[in-house]
């Protein structure tokens, strides 16, 4: 029997995680189910718990749900700790969002300096996390989403004893956008990734085994329906996508299409507000619904954040270590010499065969120039903001934002970190 525990279980994602689990119930068997989260988010927690109990009642299975504020008792035995919590709340969010936009920059939950800021916050709380799972679960498996995922999940495998794979919701959307510019079920569509989180390539696209690459390139050009519900869906240029000859990933507009990205950003944030603020009145129309003692599925108005879909690949994931599947995923996972052109200790974001003991990437060998630097230059980013997140070194901060390719020089990445370090200093404690 199965015990998982939930950091950051008052999340409105929970829902679906639940429903995960119901419909794996026959090949998982998963009893107890620990929804911890703190003080701050103890109303959230109870209204989103309610509403899990309801559903595996509704569903009939042997699935208990228990709500705790104790992350000790929650994490104690466990076989699997899922991670999904956002230290400082959707405020900080906002926060994140803002600060660069002052300067001219990109201002993004996960790209550039907000996902920077997000880490510095996170990493922390995830060390203490791993502190409990190495004292209370070391044979536990961690099944990070807790963003920036990469950062996060390479933080805990550089500097814990904790067993973790990360997970995103993109390489998944990706698969999905494609079957559907197809118009066939996503099962007949494979894509090898390679990159980082919110920086990966679709290089290689098949349908039934037949590579499609080529013939289907033309078709992201509009790129419509291959954004996330989070994300701008400005189109891809033409010739950029067949001079690329690769399936960007959402993302990627904030690179490749800075300029635009950065205008558009800047009329939302003038208008209905920035990303952040627009989830924060969601997600209390969503906890409104969560309310409702008559509910008892996850309601369909939770495809409206940017995150949908993802809790199911944790339980699939989940369902693959548990019963040995070998088959395979698309996770954050330690490099290990599968991309040539990187560091072996770094978290890269690909395709793997999962099975008891853990992800184990395909080989990649080097990958074209096309998308090698940006690659390196975000991943040794993300290793200077690990870096600093761990020892609260200002150096290692400073050298992180100004290599960012979105932050234009020294000066902007200077006053950008000062108003990062100044506005978060509660959750800065290693600062
Ligand atoms: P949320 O704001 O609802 O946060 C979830 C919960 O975390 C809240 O109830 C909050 O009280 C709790 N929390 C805050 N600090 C905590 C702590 N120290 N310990 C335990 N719980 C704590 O956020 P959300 O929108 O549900 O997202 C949660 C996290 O998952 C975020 O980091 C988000 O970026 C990430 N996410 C990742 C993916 C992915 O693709 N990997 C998809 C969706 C969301
Ligand atoms: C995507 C990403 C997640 C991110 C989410 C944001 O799905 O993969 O990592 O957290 O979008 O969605 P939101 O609705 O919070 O803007
Ligand atoms: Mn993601
Ligand atoms: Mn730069």
Redesign the pocket.
Known sequence: DLKIAVIGGGSSYTPELIEGFIKRYEELPVRDIYLMDIEEGKEKLEIVGGLAKRMVEKAGVGINIHLTLDRREAIKDADFVVTQFRVGGIDARIRDEKIPLKYDVIGQ??TGPGGFAKAQRTIPVILDVCKDIEELAPNAWLINFT?P?GVITETILKHTNVKAIGL???PIGMVHGVAKMLEVDSKRVYIDFAGLNHLVWGTHIYLDGEDITEKLIDSFAGGKSLS???IPELPWDPEFIKSLGMYPCPYHRYYYLTDQMLKEQKKEAATVGT?GEV?KKLEKELFELYKDPNLNVKPPQLEK???AH?SDAACSLISSIYNDKKDIHVVNVRNNGTIADLPDDVVIETNAVVDKNGAHPITIGHVSPKIRGLMQVVKAYEELTIEAGVRGDYYAALQALTIHPLVPSATIAKKILDDIIEQNKEYLPQY
């Open positions: 939950e996960t963003n995922a995103c919701n993109v996330m519900k989070n990303r989830v954040r940017g995150g993802y």
